[in-house]
């Protein structure tokens, strides 16, 4: 067979093997997202078309002081989860791998159980547990406040509980990742170093965690971007409220898109958001690669 | 009178219900190389490991020099050991490799530079101080395993069968340098090994271990002349001791006459100290390369495989009463294979073991 016909069957098989994803990606993906694009340079409602008009939804963003305030919360709520729920996964994963067998694969699904749940089960075990009047964890704030405090009608406590209840939902998958990577760290270089004369302490921060940089720098990154996503759970427990104190990005997009039928305007925020998302979880990661390199 | 080497007194170990080591004894003096051999699994790294301190003593008593260490830290114990897998810290330098133990007792910058680059020079890894693990090869990075060792300047160093993921030609490379590095050290060495050939020239001491004891200790040429059992007899040599069934026909004046019982026409005047009586069952070693091909009678095999080594050839066969055999012919290049031998042994170099497997002298 000639060296052409070996060539033409080969692209042959390969457009029949990538077709189908080809076809689902450009119509469930390609097609939105261009569409989204379009959409915010028009004053389109929701349903139906609208007319062009440029760069209005942009300028009108940006003068918008709600915006301001969504996007401050975003990184507000950033703050009190990206770095914890590594860290608290670290020491989760450190601990858990401490365990032998059987015991670790228990400790392991239970801390795990928590991601499988859908998002309004979680809410709605919060809820409860935070409830003003029977919720179970009153007593405690109440002893470390003096007393109870309903959490999410309260601009202080709306925001870092909502970060808590975001840590304790989906800390399991970080855990099995940094597990995954403490594992890949051969046991021999411990016991190298503790010949060596490292303390447990040294042997962390001289072997562990500079072996377990490249997991943490995914985690890392993993997280940046799920939580500035962030949305259901504020929908779900706070609503936004109160005073604006939980009002995020995400939840400004659904409000306008959704309630005031505003689709073009909600475009543009969703454009907005996606290029935020873009330039920083992409500047974190270079930036962490140049740190590990350091 | 234990005050330098390393001392054993009746060490155990056991892994939950499993026995592994069952009451060891050793005293390796000071500035010795001494090996371990013994068949896979029967406790060599996990020995060398609690000289290390990196598995518990479950009974007994371990000293370095005048210490009794049995109970403290690997740190503590002034030893350094080089693993298998080299276990380097692939994310630092060869240079921090080596540097490692010094930056961690916090050693001024000008001394972690001189010892290390001494060690660099005498191991040849100047030029490669810069490089990361990953960027070396096998021997290089054996050498740099090594080297992290001598940094230490211990008391003991411990290898736990360093060269066997090197090729053949490394090896024998690299086993030089570590008779080398012995002589200039001076150091006490114990070594782990499954190789005959690393064991035999590298050892003062070979300790052959097997079910959780010590077999035989001795000087390597000693072990091959004079093994105190049928294990060890068979565990050192290679190929491996020839074991032949035979009973006792009579007793000549200096020993005993031996009849095979895979080809009775055959029997052997054994010069033997402690005669057995007529009749008793023996085993009966003689080494590959002290049985003779000759054109009178003796006993005949069967050659089935033959192995050409260009210099010496390994003729594998069987007698006529099945049992395996194999002899080494040298110089001699015809093709043995499928025909009929002849061989004697040397008589003055068959062992004689009881049924037991212990030695008959
Ligand atoms: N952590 C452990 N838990 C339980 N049993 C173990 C453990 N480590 C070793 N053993 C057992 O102890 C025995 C001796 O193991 P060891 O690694 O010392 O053998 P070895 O002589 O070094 O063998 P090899 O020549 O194959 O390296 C083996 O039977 C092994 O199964
Ligand atoms: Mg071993």
Redesign the interface.
């Known amino acids: 067979m000639s060296k052409a016909n070996r060539r033409r069957r080969e692209l042959r098989a390969a457009g029949l093997l990538i077709a189908p994803f080809l076809l689902v990606f450009t119509v469930f993906f390609l097609y939105p997202t261009y569409k989204v694009i379009a959409l915010s340079f028009t004053d389109a409602p929701l349903i139906g078309e609208g007319t062009w008009i440029g760069l209005a939804n942009y300028v009108k963003l940006f003068n918008d002081r709600l915006f301001y305030t969504s996007l401050w919360n975003n990184f507000y709520f950033v703050l009190l989860t990206v770095v914890p729920t590594t860290v608290i996964a670290l020491l989760i994963a450190l601990a858990v791998s401490k365990l032998k067998g059987r015991m670790q694969a228990l400790v392991l699904t239970l801390f795990f159980l928590p991601y499988v749940l859908p998002v309004s089960v979680v809410t709605m075990i919060w809820t409860w547990m935070l409830d003003f009047q029977f919720g179970i964890l009153q007593p405690l704030i109440a002893a470390v406040t003096g007393k109870p405090v309903p959490v999410f009608k309260n601009p202080y406590w709306v925001m870092p509980m909502i970060a808590v209840v975001t840590i304790w939902w989906t800390n399991g998958f970080n855990v099995l990742l940094l597990i995954a990577g403490l594992r890949n760290i051969?046991q021999?270089?411990y016991?190298?170093?503790?010949?060596?004369?490292?303390t447990s302490w040294?042997r962390f921060w001289?072997?562990t965690w500079?072996?377990l940089w490249p997991i943490t720098a995914l985690v890392l990154t993993l997280q940046l971007i799920l939580q500035l996503k962030l949305f259901d759970q504020v929908y779900l427990l706070s609503n936004g409220g109160p005073f604006n104190q939980s009002y995020v990005v995400l939840m400004q997009m659904y409000r306008e898109a959704f309630q005031l039928n505003n689709g073009g305007y909600a475009s543009a925020i969703a454009m907005v958001l996606f290029g935020i998302i873009v330039i920083v979880s992409v500047l974190q990661f270079q930036l962490l690669r140049i740190g590990a390199r350091k | 009178m234990q005050d330098t080497g390393v001392h054993l007194r009746d060490v155990t170990k056991s892994f939950g219900a499993v026995d592994v080591i069952r009451g060891v004894d050793m005293d390796i003096p000071r500035g010795q190389f001494a090996v371990f051999v013994g068949p896979s699994g029967c406790g060599k790294s996990t020995l060398l490991r609690m000289i290390a301190g990196l598995e518990d003593t479950s009974d007994g008593q371990i000293a370095i020099g005048a210490r009794d260490v049995t109970h403290e830290d690997p740190a503590d114990r002034g030893v350094a050991m080089v693993f298998q897998s080299y276990a380097l810290y692939p994310h630092l330098s060869v240079f921090e490799n080596m540097a490692f133990s010094l930056r961690l007792a916090k050693r001024p910058r000008v001394e972690v530079d001189e010892k290390v680059r001494r060690a660099a020079g005498i191991l040849k890894l100047s030029d490669h101080l810069d490089k990361k693990p990953a960027q070396l090869s096998g021997g290089q990075r054996q050498r740099v395993a090594i080297g992290r060792a001598i940094v230490r300047a211990p008391d003991v160093f411990l290898f736990d069968e360093p060269l066997s993921n090197l090729d053949a030609e490394l090896r024998v490379q690299m086993r030089l340098e570590l008779a080398r590095l012995h002589k200039q050290l001076g150091a006490t060495m114990i070594y782990v090994t499954h190789d005959q050939v690393e064991a035999m020239t590298l050892a003062d001491t070979i300790f052959v271990l097997q079910g959780g004891h010590v077999q035989q200790h001795g000087a390597p040429l000693d072990l091959y002349d004079d093994p105190s059992n049928r294990f060890v007899a068979g565990f050192i040599g290679s190929p491996s001791m020839n074991f032949f069934e035979a009973t006792v026909a009579g007793h000549t004046k200096d020993g005993i006459t031996a009849q095979l019982a895979g080809q009775p026409d055959q029997s052997f005047d054994i010069p033997l100290r402690h005669r057995p009586e007529q009749g008793t069952v023996l085993v009966l070693g003689m080494r590959p390369e002290h049985l003779m091909v000759t054109a009178a009678g003796g006993m005949r095999v069967t050659v089935d495989v033959a192995e050409e080594l260009g210099g010496v050839s390994y003729q594998h066969g069987t007698l006529e009463g099945g049992e395996a055999v194999i002899f080494q012919q040298t110089g001699a290049r015809h093709g043995m294979h499928g025909t009929v031998q002849t061989v004697t042994p040397e008589l003055a170099r068959i062992f004689v073991f009881d049924k037991s497997g212990d030695r008959v002298r």
């Open positions: 051969p021999d270089l016991e190298a170093a503790a010949l060596d004369g490292a040294q001289r072997i500079p072996l």
